[in-house]
């Protein structure tokens, strides 16, 4: 494999983001979902520029960098795809979620790329089941790309709400919810299988007119995620601040979730041959879901 010419000169700072370039030891980190089996994480960045007030990977050991300071720092993993190419024997028949601890398409991947590099050889990984999920239209800039993996490649777009006001406040890096359904039309357009991840669920203004948008952007799947907090997580003041204490309820998840039900029938059909129960009660403080969590 030849590797790409790198930016030759990484900026220190990319609009106000620290950036800092690594050689990165690993690049594919086995994972287990209870309903899918193993697979693959592969994160091509550490960190991200989204700094999603949320996320649980600011909590990730880390002896550079304190969990306030998660968003306004980011390690480019300089030789993810020479890795991934080193590493490709272990995907044979292998499901790849790209990422679980970063965006693959936070704004930086518009200079350095290596989301797409890392897509490149994954192309050449002929029985590779590849998820890639995030929140940013950038993805679109690799269209053909994902277009070329036919229907091994999934894009999952993670919408926790309907209302971007809410997104302004805990999502204020990342890109516009008008913006995320834009995508979403664009790549099921373009024959991609798209998922939409309501996650973490987030305050929501109408859920039956979320779920039918979700179904209409032609999506073919959905699915809907709990808040997983940290301890003391400053992140429950500021959900109390704004009166959105009620998406830890699972009564308010379970009323989200049937409203998708509704919408992707089939996933409906599915999960009531299994004879689960559409509104199974969620623990308090529901889990993060799996990486392939859906909503049947
Ligand atoms: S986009 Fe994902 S990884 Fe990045 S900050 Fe938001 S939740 Fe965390």
């Known amino acids: 494999m030849t590797p790409l010419p790198l930016p030759s000169e990484p900026p220190a700072l990319f609009k106000d983001l620290l950036v800092e370039p690594e050689e990165a030891r690993s690049i594919l980190r086995p994972q287990k979902d209870e309903r ?39 390690s480019p993993k ?10 490709r024997h272990k995907l044979h028949q292998a499901r790849v979620f790209m990422a679980s601890a ?14 797409r590099r890392c897509l490149e050889v994954l192309l050449l990984c002929p029985t590779t089941e590849v998820i890639v999920h995030t929140r940013s239209p950038l993805v679109l800039q690799d269209l053909d790309l994902l277009k070329a993996f036919g229907d091994r490649l999934t894009v999952g777009l993670s919408i926790p709400t309907d209302d971007d006001t809410v997104r302004q406040v805990v999502e204020p890096h990342a890109p516009a919810i008008p913006s995320r359904w834009a995508a979403a039309e664009r790549l099921a357009a373009a024959g991609i299988q798209v998922t939409i991840g309501v996650a973490p669920l987030l305050a929501v203004h109408d859920a039956r007119a979320f779920a039918r948008r979700a179904k ?16 003391q997580d400053p992140f429950y003041k500021l959900l109390a601040d704004h009166g959105w204490l009620k998406v830890l309820d699972p009564d308010y998840k379970d009323g989200i979730r049937t409203a998708f039900l509704d919408a992707f029938p089939s996933r409906k059909r ?27």
């Open 102 to 115: 970063t965006d693959p398409y936070q704004p930086l991947e518009r200079q350095y790329r290596l989301s």
């Open 270 to 296: 599915k999960r009531e041959a299994r004879t689960e129960p559409v509104a199974a009660p969620a623990p308090a403080m529901a889990r993060q879901p799996g990486l392939f969590d859906r909503v049947s």
């Open 78 to 87: 300089l030789n993810a795809p020479e890795l991934l190419w080193s590493q």
């Open 216 to 231: 209409s952007s032609g999506a073919a799947n959905a699915w809907v995620g709990g808040l997983r907090l940290l301890k």
């Open 36 to 74: 899918y089996g193993f697979g693959f994480a592969l994160s091509p960045y550490r960190g991200c520029g989204h700094g999603c007030r949320y996320c649980y990977v600011r909590e990730y050991p880390n002896a550079l960098h304190k969990p306030e300071d998660w968003g306004g720092w980011v």
